[in-house]
């Protein structure tokens, strides 16, 4: 009798942990992102690397609310190459936000280096969700990696495994018009093959090719001379504004290098931060945040916002080693002045057009269709490099200002960053016209 009443008693718990819901909430989505920025900040991602590593991973957790929220469509048949993920089995006890979660994670894993961060973490959520629900929390867990496993197969494809043992950037010294590596580091040019990476909702990489550059010159009165000494001027009164310069505080806000290299004596040191296209994943999160988004926005705006990141790298990469321009600090040096040095850092890769421009129109140009025009908000994205919070009353002031940076931080001609900013903004106008995402 009494081992009957530990038997039935041993069930009954069972059954009613059963019944318990393992709660997931946007905050615990937020967490998985901002945990993989920090571990891409830590392995040193390059801008264009790390607008990878953010869309699939979105893209896996977003496939998989598809299945539990009929409200938002999936991208099968609308990203290029992209089929459909694993069907939900309904009869099983999912959680489609633990699902989405542990996708994320998985196809996370599969793109950064520091594997064992991601996996630390994971093993946490692990240990958390099936203490409250163990055969919620297994299916969820074979749900999500069975979808994870899809999306890593998709994304094997783009290229990118191609591209690592494409040849490196040819540097013509002979021509003055084209770019050469540059100070501190004189590094390679990075990713000169990124054109070759599959886009996802644009046709091609050069889909949304600028207008041409001024054509390089230094006859005075030129249309390309008068750019370079706008750049040369503006830096020296920068420098001599000192700290106090609003210019510098916008320069340094935006400047999202990952590697900036500095120099003292024999001593050589990097300094780490986040590149142009975390600072608006950034962005998403104050919005969703903002606005009290649910976990299913969240993962939407966060999807949204990275395909158009992705295809905004592709896009400017592809022109940044067609037209491959010359930066202001090597003809300021070897023609005007030869200590100048712009405020910023230069990053190694050719000038046209403005990588941080174009994926600032685009960016915000999603953002602006997924929470409205004349959405005021604080930046905070760079609070934890040492940067006050700074105020935009849009998602579209926020980008003009990212893009006018790349002239106050010198390392920018005036074309690279309005025909940039255009580039991007074309490009986002795009994406949003042609994906149907979210059912109205």
Known sequence: ???????????????????????????????????????????????????????????????????????????????????????????????????????????????????????????????????????????????????????KAWLSTDNYAQTRTMPKFSVHTQDPARWQPTPPDYMDGIEPHWRAIRTLVIDSASQFRPASHPEFSLEKGSPFYKELMETYEVGRTIKEEG???????????????????????????????????AHWIGICKIACKKTGADFYKTVYAYTKTSIAIADAFISCWDEKYRSNLIRPETVINQHIDENWAPVLQTPPFPEYTS?????????????????????????DTELQYGLPIRSFVSFNQAAEEAAVSRLYGGIHYRAAIDLGLQQGKALGNYVVSQLQMAKE
């Open 1 to 151: 009798m009494f081992l009957l009443i530990v038997i039935t008693f041993v069930v009954s718990i069972s059954c009613q942990k059963e019944k318990v819901e393992i709660k997931v909430n946007p905050n615990d989505f937020h967490a998985i992102v901002d945990k993989v920025t920090g571990i891409m900040v830590h392995d040193i991602f390059s801008p264009p690397v790390a607008s990878r590593i953010y869309n699939y991973p979105n893209i896996a957790a977003y496939e998989i609310i598809c299945q539990g929220k009929s409200e938002y469509q999936s991208l099968a048949g609308q990203l290029n190459d992209l089929t459909p993920v694993p069907k939900l089995d309904t009869t099983k006890a999912v959680n489609v936000k633990v699902a989405a979660i542990i996708a994320y994670m998985d196809v996370s894993k599969a793109l950064v280096f520091s594997e064992d961060r991601i996996e630390t973490y994971r093993d946490s959520l692990y240990t958390t969700w099936s203490g409250i629900n163990e055969k919620s929390f297994t299916a969820s867990k074979v749900y999500g990696l069975s979808v994870a496993k899809h999306i």
């Open 243 to 277: 700290e106090d310069s609003e210019k510098l505080k916008i320069a340094r806000f935006w400047d999202c290098n990952p590697y900036v290299s500095t120099h003292k004596g024999h001593l050589m040191f990097a300094t780490k931060k986040i590149t142009p296209g």
């Open 355 to 379: 990588g941080h421009s174009v994926v600032s129109g685009a960016a915000s140009t999603v953002l602006t269709d997924i929470f409205g025009n004349n959405f005021a908000f604080n930046d």
